[in-house]
């Protein structure tokens, strides 16, 4: 038995624990824009919400991309005034490097005008996620 | 990018992370010469998933004929080709880990068996997989155009994988 060996071994669970649980928990935080940016329309391919948007980006090897969209785009669907967009990532690059997207999925919030007011990387896999989006939007909504 | 990519079941990947942290960990703890017969081992078979056909190796073996069974169809299929680049990664720490310990670096090559350890576990314990971020990382700043969407929800074409 190697003793630096058990240490090592000890050391890389801890880690491991740790990186993992910080990754969970800083997935899904929404974090509010400071610097004013709008996206339009033409931008994402689609039209814009009435009063608010949902844009979602994703990649195509990604299954937490798919889950997100699973719990946002029926959500989103039944509120008036919202609309749900998924963008492809590895499409649209000039507007991830303007918008610093840097992993996938990762969920943009837009007002009327098409700016974004809040986003978040890591995406919606469970509930406490998808009401920190919902509580996001409402305001916008009225 | 115009032929459709191989599809992988994700919970067959997920199972392989688990096996491989299991014999990095004991390989580790193990003395020598055990350590070094067993990453070799390892090395092995992350270069049988990385570059050979990765269905054929013990763990997805193991996964497919024993743990699928067992779970039901696949919800979802995952492109095999950043875990097939995060195999790679895991076979090149392990090589350096054992360059390191056979030239008379024990700690050194311990340290750097831990580190393909930490990918391991993280995709174990979490379905993290850092090869294939750093894969896409890389795609994104070397694409040059759009790339096909690969993805999608199992079909009964694939319950036979």
């Known amino acids: 038995m190697s003793d630096i060996g058990l240490l090592v071994v000890a050391v890389c669970l801890v880690v491991?624990?740790?990186?993992?649980?910080?990754?969970?928990?800083?997935?899904?935080?929404?974090?509010?824009?400071?610097?004013?940016?709008?996206?339009?329309?033409e931008d994402v391919g689609a039209r814009l919400g009435e009063r608010a948007t949902v844009?979602?980006?994703?990649?195509?090897?990604?299954?937490p991309c798919r889950a997100t969209r699973a719990r946002l785009e029926p959500w989103a669907a039944g509120v008036e005034g919202l609309a749900y967009i998924d963008v492809d990532a590895e499409s649209h690059l000039d507007l991830v490097r303007r918008l610093n997207?840097?992993?996938?999925?990762?969920?943009?919030?837009?007002?009327a005008r098409g700016r974004v007011v809040a986003g978040g990387s890591g995406g919606v896999a469970h509930r406490e996620d998808l009401r920190r989006i919902q509580d996001t939007v409402a305001p916008l909504l009225r | 990018m115009s032929a459709?990519?191989?599809?992988?079941?994700?919970?067959?990947?997920?199972?392989?992370?688990?096996?491989?942290?299991?014999?990095?960990?004991?390989a580790i703890?193990?003395?020598?010469?055990?350590?070094?017969?067993?990453?070799?081992?390892?090395?092995?078979?992350f270069a049988q998933a990385a570059f050979a056909s990765p269905q054929n190796g013990p763990y997805a073996r193991l996964f497919i004929h024993v743990v699928s069974p067992r779970l039901g169809p696949p919800r979802e299929l995952e492109d095999a080709r950043p875990p097939r680049f995060a195999q790679q990664v895991g076979l090149s720490f392990v090589l350096v880990?054992?360059?390191?310990?056979?030239?008379?670096?024990?700690?050194?090559?311990?340290i750097v068996?831990?580190?393909?350890?930490?990918?391991?576990?993280?995709?174990?314990?979490?379905?993290?997989?850092?090869?294939?971020?750093?894969?896409?990382?890389?795609?994104?700043?070397?694409?040059?155009?759009?790339?096909?969407?690969?993805?999608?929800?199992?079909?009964?074409?694939h319950e036979s994988l």
């Open chain 1, 16 to 41: 491991a624990v740790v990186l993992g649980l910080a990754h969970r928990l800083t997935r899904g935080r929404i974090r509010s824009r400071g610097e004013e940016t709008v996206i339009s329309g």
């Open chain 1, 55 to 63: 844009v979602q980006f994703s990649t195509a090897f990604c299954s």
């Open chain 1, 101 to 111: 997207v840097m992993r996938t999925p990762t969920v943009l919030i837009l007002d």
């Open chain 2, 4 to 26: 459709p990519a191989a599809l992988v079941d994700p919970r067959g990947l997920r199972f392989s992370a688990a096996l491989t942290s299991i014999v990095l960990a004991v």
């Open chain 2, 29 to 45: 703890i193990a003395p020598s010469p055990q350590r070094e017969i067993l990453l070799a081992l390892q090395a092995v078979i």
């Open chain 2, 97 to 110: 880990s054992l360059a390191l310990l056979l030239t008379g670096f024990a700690t050194a090559g311990v």
């Open chain 2, 113 to 157: 068996a831990g580190f393909a350890l930490v990918a391991a576990l993280l995709n174990a314990l979490f379905g993290l997989c850092l090869g294939c971020e750093a894969y896409l990382l890389g795609r994104r700043v070397t694409s040059k155009g759009p790339i096909q969407r690969t993805h999608r929800p199992a079909s009964p074409i």
